[in-house]
């Protein structure tokens, strides 16, 4: 649960809860701490990791979207390789496209910030150039993805700012690697404001239903890993709201990342299940083991979860180099239900937009 020197945590229902501020890391590369926060209270320095640069995993992932259009876009170091990404989801048409750009072996050159609340991370090369920029409470997103739909660039300039108050935070180990481990923040429903063009399509993103996430990973993983992730946000009962639901990120027995977030602050939840329908369990694809285009049934072992997401994108990749491996589904629709708060009430959420994802990587 936590290095014996380590005292700034309380479990609250059983789950780790971390309340200080501490060093990620050991001396010998090992979490301090297990467990959640509402904030990035654990400094992550990358010189403590004890394992090979080659398995050191950094990744910046911010997503944008209103009733009609989100943009998803990715700088990552994954040992490996450097994986660049960009989509633009149509919702009003159900379609999607994705482009990427991959290098060989980054191993730490992108230089990404040790903390998801200032600094820049960037990547260019011949085919996309982005750039995530935070500062003064600001978060930049500029965007120019060359060729990317029948040789129009996709070029973006989206500004993110009124962070909610409390944020998704968790720091997961891994049972049978102590070297390995991850370190993640969610925060979901900030304001997005900007706008995005890709030859005769402008959009402008306003900031009355406009609205942003990170997903903001650092860690070392162990080769073989299949997840389970979903994020919504938007307007609900006239409140601002979001959620963040996860599990199969290492051990998790400590906390898991289930939140709900009203106007900022968030409700800490337990475990979840997202109740997919299996078409054949012992499938080798994640496409082929499940039926990702029905109505899923997200449920969690309290009572305080119920709601029914109903799929209208999959927005799915594959991508086998034989030393990487991902097969990606995130699949994007509206959650409808509704989830008890830490006071008891009961909060009815109505076809909110938002995504689920099942993920199988080997790297």
């Known amino acids: ?9 309380e479990l609250v229902n059983g789950q780790v809860h971390i309340t200080e501020p501490a060093s990620l890391l050991t001396d010998d590369g090992k979490l301090a701490c297990v467990g959640y926060a509402t904030s990035q209270l654990l400094n992550y320095d990358r010189t403590r990791i004890a394992a090979s640069k ?12 209103d009733d009609d259009y989100a943009l998803a876009f990715t700088i990552g170091d994954m040992g490996y390789i450097t994986l660049v990404s960009a989509s633009l989801l149509d919702f009003t048409k159900g379609t999607f496209i994705t482009q990427s750009t991959m290098g060989l072996l980054p191993l730490g050159r992108l230089n990404m910030p040790s903390s998801s609340a200032q600094g ?11 750039t995530f920029e935070v500062a003064d409470g600001m978060r930049r997103l500029v965007v120019n993805f060359a060729d990317f739909d029948n040789g129009n660039p996709l070029i973006a300039e989206i500004v993110l700012d009124q962070e909610p108050r409390d944020s998704m935070v968790i720091a997961t180990p891994w049972a049978e690697d102590p070297k390995a481990f991850y370190y993640n923040q ?11 063009a890709l030859g005769n399509l402008h959009h402008t993103f306003n900031d009355a239903n406009s609205f942003g996430l990170l997903d903001w990973g650092r860690g070392v993983w162990t080769r073989d890993n299949t997840w389970f ?17 996860g599990y199969g990120f290492g051990d998790t027995t400590a906390a898991s990342e289930n939140m709900a977030f009203i106007d900022g602050v968030a409700h800490k939840l337990g475990r979840v299940d997202f109740g997919i329908p299996v078409r054949d369990q012992d499938a080798k694809t994640v496409g082929d083991r499940y039926d990702l285009m029905e109505p899923w049934h997200v449920t969690d072992d309290e ?27 995130q699949v994007f629709g509206l959650f409808n239900g509704f989830v008890k708060l830490d006071d008891g009430t009961t909060f009815e959420i109505r076809d909110l937009r938002g995504s689920a994802e099942a993920v199988h990587n080997m790297y």
């Open 229 to 245: 992730w979903g994020v919504a946000q938007g307007w609900q009962n006239g409140k601002r709201f979001g959620m963040n639901l």
């Open 186 to 196: 969610k925060i979901v429903g900030m304001r997005a404001i900007g706008e995005f």
């Open 303 to 329: 009572g305080r979860l119920d709601l029914t997401f109903t799929p209208d994108i999959d927005r799915c990749d594959y991508i086998d180099l034989k030393l990487v491996i991902s097969d990606q589904h």
């Open 1 to 9: 649960m936590a290095s014996s020197d380590f005292k700034g945590f």
């Open 120 to 130: 820049v991370t960037k990547f260019a090369d011949k085919r996309a150039a982005m």
């Open 54 to 65: 080659l398995r050191i995993k950094e990744w910046d992932y911010y997503l944008v979207n």
